[in-house]
C-alpha cells in the first residue's frame, strides 16, 4: 500500500490545497462588499512543499492509517490591495476573480493527472 | 465534519445579503417621491450593514461568509419644498421629500448585481469542479 500512497499523495496533497484555496478565494468575494473584510490568501507553492514534507507519524497501532499532507497546515496570509477603498475593504474583485479561475484551473489540471495516474495503473493491472 | 462551513454556504449566505441590499435599494427608489406633510412622518432611505461572519475560525481556515447585521435608516434631513398647493403641504405651504439620490441609488443596484452574479460563478464553479471530482477514477 506504501507505495500506492506515494503514487497519490502529491495528487491528493494538491487538490485539498486547492479546495482550499477555491473556498478562501470564495469567501473574499463573498465579503466583497463588507467594511473592514480584509481578503485573504495562501501561497500555495510554499504550501505544498511543506505539505509534501511533513514528516510522517509513527503508526503504533495496527489501526492507524497513514496520513497524507494536510492541508490545514497552510499558512493564511493577508492581500495587500492594489489600491485600498476608504471602508477598509481589501477585496479587489478583479484580483479575486483572475485568481479564482486560475485557481479552478490547476483543480482541474490536477485532476486530470489523477485521472492519468489511474488509468495508468489500472492498464497496468489488466496488462493491456 | 457536521457543522463545516463550506464554500456552498459561504455563497449562498452572501447571495441572501445581497438580496437584502437589493430590497433595501427598492424599497428606496419606490420611495423616491412620497413626499409628506411633516418631516416626522418622511420616508428615510434605508440600507443593510453588512458583517463578516465566522470571523473567529477565520484566523486558521480564511474562510468567512458575510451576514446582514442590521438596517439602518439615514438621518439625512427631508428636503424642504414650497409647493402650497400641494394637498399634502403644512400651514406654511411646505411639503418634505425624502432625501434619496436615485443616481446613487443605482449605482448601488449595478453593485448589487455584480456581487450577486460573482457569487453565482463561484458556486457554479465549486459545483462543477466538485462533480469532476465525484468521477475521479471513471
Do not use: W
Amino acid at each position: 500500500m506504501k507505495s500506492l500512497d506515494a503514487l497519490f499523495k502529491a495528487d491528493a496533497t494538491a487538490l485539498s490545497l486547492r479546495q482550499k484555496r477555491l473556498e478562501i478565494l470564495g469567501s473574499n468575494i463573498a465579503n466583497a462588499a463588507t467594511p473592514h473584510f480584509k481578503a485573504r490568501d495562501i501561497d500555495f507553492e510554499s504550501a505544498y512543499k511543506s505539505a509534501m514534507n511533513s514528516g510522517e507519524l509513527t503508526k503504533t497501532a495496527s489501526a492507524h492509517i497513514d496520513v497524507g499532507g494536510t492541508a490545514d497546515s497552510a499558512e493564511v496570509r493577508y492581500r495587500v490591495p492594489l489600491s485600498p477603498s476608504l471602508d477598509g475593504n481589501t477585496v479587489e474583485l478583479h484580483v479575486e476573480q483572475v485568481q479564482f479561475a486560475e485557481n479552478a484551473t490547476h483543480y482541474e489540471a490536477t485532476l486530470s493527472f489523477l485521472n492519468g495516474r489511474i488509468n495508468t495503473m489500472r492498464k497496468a493491472l489488466k496488462g493491456e | 465534519m457536521a457543522n463545516k462551513l463550506t464554500i456552498f454556504d459561504v455563497a449562498g449566505r452572501s447571495m441572501a445579503a445581497q438580496q437584502v441590499r437589493l430590497n433595501t435599494v427598492a424599497s428606496n427608489l419606490a420611495n423616491a417621491a412620497s413626499v409628506s406633510g411633516s418631516p416626522d412622518t418622511v420616508y428615510r432611505p434605508i440600507k443593510p450593514v453588512f458583517e463578516t461572519q465566522y470571523h473567529d475560525v477565520m484566523e486558521k481556515t480564511g474562510i468567512a461568509t458575510v451576514d446582514v447585521a442590521s438596517i439602518s435608516q439615514s438621518d439625512a434631513p427631508p428636503e424642504k419644498r414650497y409647493q402650497p398647493n400641494h394637498p399634502l403641504a403644512d400651514k406654511d405651504g411646505y411639503i418634505f421629500a425624502p432625501p434619496i439620490d436615485q443616481n446613487a441609488e443605482m449605482v448601488d443596484m449595478l453593485e448589487t448585481s455584480r456581487q450577486y452574479q460573482n457569487n453565482i460563478e463561484v458556486l457554479s464553479t465549486a459545483k462543477t469542479l466538485l462533480l469532476k471530482t465525484l468521477n475521479v477514477g471513471k
